[in-house]
């Protein structure tokens, strides 16, 4: 399966942005380990800090990817253009969040990108990736 990953603003601050909510591992070194628990796969990853960029990208994975796993991060409580594009999309996506957002600050705890998606893993830190990737196999 050919399945890509996409994070959203902030996310490539991860390992150093809010260690105690989102853990002290960079993006980077967990996509090492996850390409190598899923060798069988091809797992490829994009992170942007801009919204059109995400959506754009969306799009171009509809014709190259079987699958698609996504932390929106902020833009999941703001973004219908993104939600849209997902409903547009032909592949399923599967969003993920590494903090529990029904346990955090009122505005973070609607995802209009969720709606659109296949399914949503929250709270699971960055093992969420790994488990949205397991649901897809």
Same mark, same amino acid.
């Given at each position: 399966?050919?399945?890509?990953?996409?994070?959203?603003?902030?996310?490539?601050?991860?390992?150093?942005?809010?260690? +105690?909510? /989102?853990? %002290?591992?960079?993006?980077?070194?967990?996509? @090492?380990? &996850?390409? !190598?628990?899923?060798?069988n796969h091809q797992i +490829?990853? /994009?992170? %942007?800090?801009?919204?059109?960029?995400?959506? @754009?990208? &969306?799009? !171009?994975?509809?014709?190259?990817?079987?699958?698609?796993?996504?932390?929106?991060?902020?833009y999941a409580h703001t973004?219908?253009? &993104?939600?849209?594009?997902?409903?547009?999309?032909?592949?399923?996506?599967?969003?993920?969040?590494?903090?529990?957002?029904?346990?955090?600050?009122?505005?973070?705890?609607?995802?209009?990108?969720?709606?659109?998606?296949k399914k949503c893993i929250?709270?699971?830190?960055?093992?969420?990736?790994?488990?949205?990737?397991?649901?897809?196999?």
């Amino acid at each position: 399966m050919k399945i890509l990953i996409i994070n959203g603003p902030n996310l490539n601050l991860l390992g150093t942005r809010e260690p +105690d909510i /989102y853990g %002290s591992t960079s993006f980077e070194a967990f996509l @090492d380990e &996850l390409k !190598k628990r899923f060798a069988n796969h091809q797992i +490829d990853f /994009y992170q %942007s800090n801009h919204e059109g960029c995400l959506i @754009d990208k &969306l799009q !171009k994975a509809d014709n190259q990817y079987d699958a698609v796993v996504m932390n929106p991060a902020a833009y999941a409580h703001t973004s219908i253009a &993104l939600a849209d594009c997902i409903r547009a999309i032909h592949i399923p996506v599967i969003e993920v969040h590494i903090s529990n957002i029904s346990q955090r600050e009122p505005y973070r705890r609607h995802s209009y990108t969720a709606e659109a998606c296949k399914k949503c893993i929250s709270g699971k830190g960055l093992e969420g990736y790994a488990l949205a990737i397991q649901s897809l196999l």
